[in-house]
């Protein structure tokens, strides 16, 4: 069986509930999300920093794809 890419990864992450927004105000946002490891990671966007994660991915993760699936930025204007 091949190994999931983290989009695929991150779709399964949503859809078994293991991404959790605790907080959303203006342009910012903050999540947690459950791993595949059971580990906890803390996630979000901000203006200043961009979106991010606490995990120790060092490429865009399963954790961000899930959160982009769930919070959409939004141009005024």
């Known amino acids: 069986m091949p ?10 992450m949503v ?3 293991r991404l959790i927004v ?3 105000s203006g342009r ?4 947690v ?4 490891s ?3 990671h803390r996630l979000g ?3 200043g920093r961009g979106y991010w994660c606490a995990c120790s991915g060092l490429t865009k993760c399963a954790h961000l794809h899930a959160l982009h699936l769930v919070a959409a930025k939004t141009e005024s204007g």
């Not at 999931?4 to 399964?12: C, I, S």
Request: hydrophobic residues 25%.
């Open 3 to 12: 190994r999931e890419d983290a989009v695929t990864r991150g779709r399964r």
């Open 15 to 17: 859809s078994e509930g």
């Open 22 to 24: 605790s907080y959303v």
């Open 28 to 31: 910012s946002i903050a999540a």
């Open 33 to 36: 999300c459950r791993g595949d």
């Open 38 to 40: 059971g580990l906890i």
């Open 45 to 47: 966007y901000d203006p």
